[in-house]
């Protein structure tokens, strides 16, 4: 049984930083491709960060880009998602997910992922 267990995240002003982490379950994440994503009261959720660790391929989206580092720890089998320069607009619940190779075809698509975690909430004020 493969579980996601987000944690950290919480309340920051604008320009400071946070990190979330995901610690998974059941099988190596090097396994899989591993994402975050997030979502906003009233939006669609998006994609954030993604880690394709048999290629040695990290991505972020344009928004997060030079702010988000994605990140692992394979010996503790976590994914950490550290954020820095925070804007309010990165307000949102960040979801860790996972997918398999052979499965995911767009990596910012939900909906190719079949593994989710409960959700951490990140909130930045201005």
């Known amino acids: 049984q493969v579980q996601l267990v987000e944690s950290g995240g919480g309340s920051v002003q604008a320009g400071g930083s946070l990190r979330v982490s995901c610690e998974a379950s059941?099988?190596?994440?090097?396994?899989?491709?591993m994402g975050w994503f997030r979502q906003a009261p009233g939006k669609e959720r998006e994609g954030v960060a993604v880690?394709?660790?048999?290629?040695?391929?990290?991505y972020y989206v344009d928004s997060v880009k030079g702010r988000f580092t994605l990140s692992r720890d394979n010996g503790k089998n976590i994914l950490h998602l550290t954020m820095n320069s925070l804007k309010p607009e990165d307000t949102a619940m960040y979801y860790c997910?996972?997918?398999?190779?052979?499965?995911?075809?767009?990596?910012?698509?939900?909906?190719?992922?079949?593994?989710w975690g409960q959700g951490a909430q990140v909130t930045v004020s201005s």
């Open positions: 059941g099988y190596p994440i090097s396994d899989y491709y």
């Open positions: 880690m394709i660790t048999s290629i040695e391929g990290t």
């Open positions: 997910a996972a997918g398999s190779r052979g499965v995911v075809r767009d990596i910012w698509r939900p909906g190719d992922y079949k593994y």
